[in-house]
């Protein structure tokens, strides 16, 4: 079953069979709490994760992506939660902007 582990989360992971679920909708499920300002719409980037080992493991990305990484929003270890699914072990962080007030990180 693939496992998602947030670093600076203080390695909390998670296993899951949702292979055709967003990662945000996943975490969101898990009762993680990560920040998506524009619903999941691929708009905000706020969702973003930074992908630390098995980026090959998560799906194509999506137009919205691809126009984001052209714009230099996305660099090339980074992913939008709302807009990608799952094939295999991650290990992700939250980047610094999308850290929530209410949330508790650690350092890695
Ligand atoms: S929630 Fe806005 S881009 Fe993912």
Same mark, same amino acid.
């Given at each position: 079953?693939?496992?998602?582990?947030?670093?600076?989360? #203080?390695?909390?992971?998670?296993?899951?069979?949702?292979?055709?679920?967003?990662?945000?909708?996943?975490?969101?499920?898990?009762?993680? +709490?990560?920040?998506?300002?524009?619903?999941?719409?691929?708009?905000?980037?706020?969702?973003?994760?930074?992908?630390?080992?098995?980026?090959?493991?998560?799906?194509?990305?999506?137009? #919205?992506?691809?126009?984001?990484?052209?714009?230099?929003?996305?660099?090339?270890?980074?992913?939008?939660?709302?807009?990608?699914?799952?094939?295999? +072990?991650?290990?992700?962080?939250?980047?610094?902007?999308?850290?929530?007030?209410?949330?508790?990180?650690?350092? +890695?």
């Amino acid at each position: 079953m693939p496992e998602i582990t947030i670093s600076n989360l #203080f390695q909390k992971s998670l296993k899951t069979n949702e292979k055709d679920k967003p990662i945000l909708k996943i975490l969101h499920e898990n009762s993680i +709490d990560w920040m998506h300002a524009c619903g999941g719409k691929g708009r905000c980037t706020t969702c973003k994760m930074i992908v630390e080992e098995g980026i090959k493991n998560i799906s194509l990305e999506s137009d #919205f992506e691809t126009k984001l990484r052209k714009l230099g929003a996305l660099k090339s270890n980074e992913r939008l939660a709302c807009q990608c699914t799952l094939q295999g +072990d991650i290990r992700v962080a939250v980047p610094e902007k999308s850290k929530l007030p209410h949330m508790q990180y650690s350092d +890695d």
